[in-house]
């Protein structure tokens, strides 16, 4: 059974850090492309960030220089570390994994909010 699991959300102030994780298991995890998604109230689910299999990194224009993705493999862990928080940025986050069609699995998320 495919399991996400995110963890790491929170209320914040403005300019505030939360480090977001997503747990997986029951998938070889190595071979997947991993990503950070958010939705706010009344918008459509976007890109945060993603990493793919061998590491290489994107991110949204909105929070390149002030979001960091990263993966462990042998933990099977993947992180998004965010810093300089902003109240646009609140929305719940979730975790995705990619491998090939039709392997595509969400988390739950995890709801961040952030506000003075």
């Known amino acids: 059974q495919v399991r996400l699991v995110e963890s790491g959300g929170g209320l914040v102030q403005p300019g505030g850090s939360l480090r977001l994780s997503c747990a997986a298991s029951g998938i070889m995890f190595s071979i997947y492309g991993l990503g950070w998604y958010r939705q706010a109230p009344g918008k459509q689910r976007e890109l945060v960030a993603g990493i793919t299999s061998g590491g290489v990194t994107n991110y949204a224009d909105s929070v390149k220089g002030r979001f960091t993705i990263s993966r462990d493999n042998v933990q099977a862990m993947v992180y998004l570390q965010m810093n300089s928080l902003k109240p646009e940025d609140t929305a719940v986050y979730y975790c995705?994994?990619?491998?090939?069609?039709?392997?595509?699995?969400w988390g739950h998320g995890t709801q961040v909010t952030v506000s003075s």
């Open positions: 995705n994994a990619k491998a090939r069609w039709p392997y595509d699995y």
